[in-house]
């Protein structure tokens, strides 16, 4: 017979778990909200709050509605109110993950390796059982689409289409910054492996081992060695800080530099974030030192650290995340209103958040320098361009140009390879369909491919290619999936990456009333830079002369 759990009876994130018996199995409901054959049916009181909650698309609806924006207003202004609904987001948000992580990249079933191997990627959904009927459990064709088919029907870029929500290249690259000093994939062991540290943990100003990170230091005063190239501060020449990089053969020495993570050479956007940061790291160094004379250089570096620690993940929820939310209810960084509320101070990183956060269809094909357009090919592996235009220029441009729509049909022709790569990894990786990971979020499967696209062509393709619509990929769903009104991702994107990202951010350890204190940050004066950074202040503080525009939104 087949294996029962091929057909995911469980519902409501019960375990399937086959039987003595040769196609019998059961759903292990214990400890959840819910009961029967299936964990289908909730207890009383969960019938009741279930009977309540509006589901996500209700409570998106009344976060955007610009008719509501007198309400938010007045939460946004009443600190009681502004708290309960800033604890409502975080703790609504991260209870729909399983603390500790259940499963990793190595087994089909829970382990103990899940929490414990940092060298493996947790997952949220176990792989399709080896022994189904089909690659997506029982549902779908014996075989899934050719990968290069897939790529030319529904993502080779035709014509640029630019975010409707008017991000800016600015934000693209932080956001590539910033992920990629926890999403680290060991591709040469396998797509479930990692070098990550599992959360934020700055190494991508500083270096991923202790080795690099020496490299990246002056050893006086706390801060980073930095050279003076063009009358401005820039991180130091690869030659000078042997720190692990990876450069392709033929790249010149003056775009060669050492930074915080061996990829970073390969975009002057990630460039400009590394040589800003280091600079915010040396500038707090300098007010600590003021405000400790005494202070010896590895306790400078090490609560400077901790600073820029701070600063990222504020800058991270309050520009960043309320950009890409883009609510009415201002998305605030306040630890303390976790305090005393059940909530855990740990993370591990999931694969399948890893794949979510591919967001290459964000590249446009050329960048605008101070109006020199620099095609994309000329634009790779040219930090030197950042020296050249000076990081006034890079900043001002970066926050003019319009990123690309994260949707169909806009993989420029340079990340073809790296979305050919994801979708096959999904495969290795044996990820279940895209409609259950909507199930295990809490959003509707959808029921047909025109429901799934919002339009016809590219269901009838799809259908063709699947059969099923229960069959679709996960990464592919993401992407084909059809926009919210205005909006830069689908709502699988949002309602699976926000709970990952909520998480990720409030339970560093610095989030935790031990660490949140004064004294971690140096005193009161360490304490406020955390506690007031803005991405503005960011650049400004670190840029001589005339601030540029520093924006994550184009201007109109
Ligand atoms: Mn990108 C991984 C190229 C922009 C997010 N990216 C990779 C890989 C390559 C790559 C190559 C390795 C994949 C593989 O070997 O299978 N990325 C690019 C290029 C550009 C780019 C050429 C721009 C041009 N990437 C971006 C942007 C984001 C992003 C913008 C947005 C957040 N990329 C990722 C993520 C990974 C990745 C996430 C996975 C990293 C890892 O797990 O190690």
């Known amino acids: 017979p087949v294996n029962p759990c091929c057909s995911f009876p469980c519902q409501n994130r019960g375990v399937c778990f086959n039987g003595k018996e ?20 909730p207890y009383f009181w969960t019938r009741i709050a279930l009977w309540f909650k509006p589901s996500p698309e209700s409570v998106h609806g009344l976060l955007v509605s610009e008719n509501l924006k007198w309400l938010w207003d ?3 202004s009443v600190k009681f109110l502004h708290d309960w609904a800033i604890r409502r987001v975080y703790l609504s948000r991260a209870e729909i993950l399983d603390t500790p992580p259940l499963y990793e990249t190595i087994h089909d079933y829970t382990t103990i390796t899940a929490t414990t191997n940092h060298s493996v990627y ?48 600015l934000m693209t690259f932080f956001a590539q910054h910033f992920t990629h000093m926890f999403f680290k994939t060991s591709y040469r062991a396998n797509p479930g492996a990692t070098w990550s540290g599992h959360g934020v943990d700055v190494t991508s100003i500083y270096g991923s081992n202790v080795t690099d990170e020496h490299l990246l230091r002056s050893f006086k005063d706390g801060k980073l060695k930095m050279q003076v190239l063009n009358n401005e501060e820039f991180p130091m020449y690869a030659r000078d800080a042997r720190v692990f990089m990876m450069y392709p053969p033929g790249i010149p020495e003056d775009s060669r530099f050492a930074l915080g993570h061996p990829f970073f050479g390969l975009l002057p956007g990630l460039f400009l974030y590394q040589t800003i940061w280091m600079r915010e790291h040396n500038r707090v160094c300098d007010i600590l030192r003021e405000e400790h004379p005494d202070w010896d250089d590895e306790r400078l570096f090490q609560t400077g650290k901790l600073i820029t620690l701070g600063e990222t993940i504020k800058i991270v929820v309050e520009d960043y995340v309320q950009h890409l939310a883009s609510y ?39 960048f605008n320098i101070s109006g020199n357009i620099v095609k994309m090919k000329d634009y790779m592996f040219r930090s030197d361009l950042v020296v050249k235009h000076g990081t006034a220029a890079m900043t001002d441009s970066l926050s003019r140009q319009r990123a690309g729509h994260m949707s169909h049909h806009n993989h420029g022709a340079v990340t073809l390879h790296v979305l050919r790569d994801t979708i096959l990894h999904g495969r290795d990786l044996r990820f279940q369909s895209f409609n259950n990971y909507r199930a295990r979020f809490n959003l509707k499967p959808y029921s047909s491919f025109e429901e799934l696209t919002g339009e016809t062509k590219m269901a009838a393709e799809l259908e063709r290619l699947y059969g099923d619509v229960d069959a679709v990929e996960m990464y592919v769903g993401m992407l084909l999936e059809k926009r919210r009104k205005r909006a830069l991702f689908g709502s699988t994107i949002v309602d699976m990456g926000a709970p990952f990202s909520v998480k990720g951010l409030l339970a560093n350890p610095i989030c935790s009333p031990v660490y949140w204190k004064p004294s971690t940050f140096g005193g009161e ?5 955390v506690r007031t950074a803005t991405l503005q202040k960011l650049f400004c503080n670190n840029i001589k002369g005339k601030c540029p525009l520093v924006s994550f939104r184009v201007p109109e």
């Open 122 to 169: 947790a997952r949220c959904l176990p792989p399709v059982p080896l022994d189904c009927p089909t690659p997506m459990g029982v549902k779908g064709k014996k075989t899934l689409p050719d990968v290069d088919l897939l790529v030319k029907t529904f993502f080779v870029r035709e014509k640029f289409r630019p975010d409707p929500q008017g991000s800016s290249v």
């Open 525 to 529: 004066r360490g304490f406020d830079i």
């Open 74 to 76: 007045i939460v946004n």
């Open 328 to 366: 009415y209810v201002n998305v605030a960084f306040k630890p303390e209103v976790l305090f005393g509320y059940p909530f855990q101070y740990s993370n591990k990183i999931v694969v399948e958040f890893n794949h979510l956060y591919h967001w290459h269809p964000l590249m446009p094909d050329s």
């Open 22 to 41: 040769p196609g019998s199995y059961t759903c292990d409901c214990a400890n959840l909200p819910f009961y029967g054959k299936h964990c289908e049916t």
